[in-house]
């Protein structure tokens, strides 16, 4: 009898510690990645260029970039800039627009991507896709997974505290995403990646049910394994739709509709989570998410990111022709703003104030 497998596409080393930053070179040497140590490094002027001067002496063959944005012109411009140096690997050291820069310049001159997070603000630093600004506002571009993540908790510790929360939010909307793939399975036969799956909502499910606080280290290190997890959980199925639901829908609506008042990425995403679970009818859960939200300091209500009730109906109106072709509770529901006002109000009345 054969036996039957497949090859999940991940890193081949994802190191989380305190101190994992100060190994780099050691790690990226032992695991074969780059025993030459001749690296690119992409950062940004700000944190990456302080966190140079600091790891700079034990990369002594590596050649830094300094990345302006998070714009496909950056991208492409790095990959310019690195491109006939006989490097080992890009290393993207930074936040996300630092990181998806390098994915993206990785990919286009054929090198592994080593990825160096310095926040823990979305799902994004273990992802296939580097999402960029581009003319038409903002585009993700399918690449390949990173080689190598490497997270030091210390360093985490060290950005603001509003990082951390956004990280919280995107990675518990994978409840709600997982379950928005699961109705589009029983409503219109859309094929679920039982492993994708799975991941993805055991990575959302261990933040929120973590007892610890942003500030301490056993949360810190299940957050980032979380978003790592959801990274390799989009690679599983192919796409977002692990992580990406009805949540991320409101928040791309918020984005469009509101380009220059929106909030954080994972802000958005938990209230959006927080509002489709009620809008499935799975109130208690709706309520026990926004709980954890508020412990963490993160909004539940449009009102504490600076938006009335009546401008979060119309976000919530519009959210579904922000994914064209993805089938969510709010394209099953299809609720008009009259319903939409109403359930909102049962939501606010559910949650308390």
């Not at 998806?100 to 799902?123: E, I, M, Q, S, Y």
């Not at 933040?207 to 980032?224: E, I, K, S």
């Not at 469009?256 to 859960?285: D, I, N, S, T, V």
């Not at 909102?344 to 559910?350: E, I, L, P, T």
């Amino acid at each position: 009898m054969p036996v039957l497998t497949r090859l999940i596409p991940s890193p081949v080393v994802v190191d989380i510690r305190p101190g994992a930053l100060d190994d780099l070179a050691c790690v990226l040497a032992d695991e074969r990645i780059s025993q030459s140590g001749r690296l690119a490094i992409a950062v940004s002027g700000g944190s990456g260029a302080r966190l140079r001067e600091r790891i700079a002496p034990s990369l002594p063959g590596a050649d830094w970039y300094q990345v302006g944005g998070g714009t496909i012109d950056d991208a492409v411009r790095l990959a310019s800039d690195i491109k006939g140096g006989h490097y080992d690997a890009v290393v993207g050291l930074g936040g996300g627009k630092i990181i998806d820069c390098a994915k993206f310049a990785a990919a286009r001159v054929g090198l592994p991507l080593v990825a160096v997070a310095t926040n823990l603000a979305h799902d994004g630093l273990c992802s296939p896709v580097a999402t960029l600004d581009n003319d038409a506002g903002r585009g993700s571009y399918g690449v390949p997974n990173p080689i190598a993540v490497v997270i030091d908790l210390n360093v985490i510790r060290e950005a603001p505290v509003r990082f951390v929360r956004s990280g919280i939010g995107d990675v518990v909307s994978n409840i709600s995403a997982v379950a928005d793939w699961e109705l589009a399975h029983r409503v219109n036969g859309e094929k679920i990646d039982g492993l994708a799956a799975a991941m993805a909502r055991q990575a959302g499910e261990a933040v929120l049910r973590h007892p610890g606080g942003v500030g301490d280290d056993g949360f810190l290190q299940v957050l980032a394994e979380a978003l790592v997890l959801t990274g390799i959980a989009m690679s599983v199925s192919g796409d977002s739709r692990p992580s990406s639901g009805a949540c991320h829908e409101i928040n791309h609506a918020f984005d469009l509709l509101h380009p220059k008042r929106a909030a954080a990425h994972g802000e958005q995403c938990g209230l959006g989570a927080a509002f489709a679970m009620y809008l499935r009818g799975a109130h208690e859960e709706s309520a026990a998410m926004a709980e954890v939200l508020r412990r963490h300091g993160l909004p539940v209500l449009p009102e504490e990111i600076g938006f009335t009730p009546d401008e979060f109906v119309r976000v919530v109106e519009f959210a579904p022709e922000t994914r064209p072709g993805r089938f969510t509770i709010l394209e099953h529901l299809d609720l008009k703003t009259e319903q939409i006002k109403d359930v909102y109000a049962d939501y606010v009345k559910a949650i308390g104030s």
